[in-house]
Structures are given as structure tokens and as C-alpha cells.
């Protein structure tokens, strides 16, 4: 699969890429949700990327290269534009939490119904969520529901609530 690019955000701009793959764990998170996307990372302002994974690497700092475009089939950009310094504690936050565990309690719990979860580790929109309220950029939308439960489908339709959100369309793969 071909052209799935990954662009810097501009300046002072917070992005997060929602994604759906090919793989069986992201086809069990679909399934379960019924959405579009499974997977939720920041692309950082050097190019980047910052995600909770699920395949025993935790939460990482890793390249824009081949392997962040392995699998996916779709894609799709959400910039929320920031002050400096809300942008410099989103990416500071973001750092700081590099090898940090996956919540692979909380990712069960969440598929199979529970309310179970493993303090300071992340699912994938758990980390861009706690980021957000780090550097006081979440929508309100959010304060309502337990933070580890929120999964990207809920990431995103709360941003494409929120008139700040900057929402470009899906990108999907081509074979």
C-alpha cells in the first residue's frame, strides 16, 4: 500500500493522525467499535511521531518512516491550533511519558465491557487526551467520561465537535 504521507504540523499546531490498519488487533478494535478508525498518534513538530502501542513497545517516540505507514488503510488529520506555550506543554508532556507502558489492561477492559485499567500506562487516545488537558486544549465534551475510556472513534468526533479543530478528510491507501 502507497501514499500515506505524514506531514509536519505547522507551527504551534497540535495534530493528531487517526489511522485504521490491516492487522487482527485493529480489526478486533473496529469490530468492536463499529468505527472508521482504531489507532490515534501526535505527529510532532519535527515530523516525528508520539503513540501508545499496543505491540509491547509502550508509548514511544518513533521516525515518520515506512513502519509508521505499515498497515494502514486509512487516515485522517485533525491540527488544533495552539498558543506557544499550550503547544510547548503538549509536546513536553508527550516527551516526558516516552516509555511509558501500554494499557493493555484498560484496551481489554474496554473490549470485553469492564471497567479495568493500569495507572500511568496509555491506550493511544488516552495519551493524546491526557495531553490535551495537560496544556488546556480539551474539549469540554470530554469531562464528562473516565479519560482511559475513551477510544479514538470518541477522540475524534468529540474534536470534530469542537470549532477549534482543523478536520481534513480521509486519506485511504491505495493497493
Given at each position: ?13 497540535a ?27 501526535a ?21 515518520n ?103 481534513y ?7
Amino acid at each position: 500500500m502507497t501514499g500515506m504521507n505524514i506531514e509536519k504540523p505547522p507551527v504551534d499546531t497540535a495534530r493528531i493522525r487517526f489511522t485504521a490498519g490491516d492487522s487482527a488487533f485493529s480489526n478486533a478494535i473496529l469490530f468492536v467499535t463499529d468505527a472508521l478508525f482504531c489507532h490515534s498518534e501526535a505527529v510532532m513538530a519535527d515530523g516525528t511521531i508520539m503513540s501508545a502501542l499496543a505491540d509491547g513497545s509502550g508509548v514511544r517516540r518513533r521516525p515518520n518512516d515506512a513502519s509508521s505507514k505499515a498497515d494502514v488503510t486509512r487516515q485522517q488529520f485533525v491540527d488544533l491550533k495552539m498558543s506557544h506555550r499550550q503547544y510547548q506543554e503538549w509536546e513536553y508532556f508527550l516527551w516526558d511519558q516516552n516509555g511509558k507502558n501500554y494499557d493493555t489492561e484498560g484496551m481489554d477492559g474496554e473490549l470485553l465491557h469492564k471497567d479495568w485499567h493500569s495507572p500511568d500506562s496509555y491506550i493511544c487516545s488516552a495519551l493524546m487526551i491526557t495531553a490535551l488537558q495537560k496544556c488546556k486544549w480539551l474539549p469540554s465534551v470530554f469531562l464528562c467520561y473516565p479519560i482511559y475510556k475513551i477510544l479514538p472513534c470518541m477522540l475524534l468526533l468529540g474534536l470534530e465537535m469542537d470549532p477549534r479543530s482543523i478536520i481534513y478528510p480521509i486519506e485511504y491507501a491505495s493497493a
